[in-house]
């Protein structure tokens, strides 16, 4: 489907065949592909996260607010680092909630996601900086790439590689580690998993934890690509990330999902929503565009599913003698 519209582009537009636009799509994927990776973690393991643009946006706008505040730059790591133990500690929360008192993951980060976002704009402020700290300001100028074209200059941006080595990281978990194992034997089957000797609460915990990690890294890069601090950015922009996920094939109902298919759906998103624009499309239609796809993709995954189980209880129903039914 991504080649396809590729080359159906191309042959519309012959702009959308070129480095400028190729380097575009990957920088207007950077942010949203780390946050697609921290909502496969929670996809796998049979939940829905809602509050990962708050969360990002939360540990990162507050770690820039506390530098300006109080007049301090120890460099660009440190404010990662802070912004990554924001965040580990509202995923905390999330994951608290959900492991230890059983409550529907859509309910809980519907909730603290309001709760996040209320607190920041109550205690850390609502205020927009145009201007960030000197380290994060530099970072934002530094590109990997610079290439002169006919059509101007394309450039990619350094952060593009914090994308890929989360991605590497995230993909290493789900395949090499007990942890990514216990995530989709979790999504598969919570109580088998539980009877099986998996660490159902403390997995779970430690799954939130790390999206918050992870988002919290995607609020980072999204500030200093954008280079000024806004505490209203990233929110409402979940139905994107989520609608990629689904359509990279991880299952809503939890137990499959792969790296892969999580940076491919990325990519149909965004070439979408880069095509829709270069044929003039007005932008609110990219929203509709992007929830005819979701509905799409869980359709298709629900008949799937429903398929796969009659034929489990046809070959069942084989299986079973006449006279040992009756």
Known sequence: MLIGLCVIMSLLNPVFFSINTAFSIMRSTT?????ALAVLLVIISGGIDV???????????????????????????????MSACIGAVLGLINGVVIARFRLPTLIVTLATQGIFFGAMLTYVGSRYHPDLPPSMSRLSTVNVVNVVTSNGKAYLHVLVLLAVVVALLVWGLLKWTMFGRSLYAIGGDYEGARRAGFRVVRTQVLTYVLVGVIASLAGV??????????????VGGELDIIAAVVLGGASIFGGRGSVLGTVLGVLLIQVINNSLLLVGVPGAWLRAAVGILLIVGIGIQTVSARRKARRVHSVEDAATPAGKEA
Not at 53 to 63: N, R
Not at 68 to 77: A, E, I, K, S
């Open 51 to 81: 509050s990962f643009p708050v969360v990002a946006i939360a540990s990162a706008y507050t770690s820039v607010t506390l530098m300006l505040n109080f007049d301090f730059d120890y460099g660009v790591p440190v404010v990662f680092l």
């Open 221 to 234: 890069a999204h500030i200093v690509m954008s280079r000024s601090a806004n505490p209203q950015d990233l």
């Open 31 to 35: 942010v949203p592909l780390i946050l």
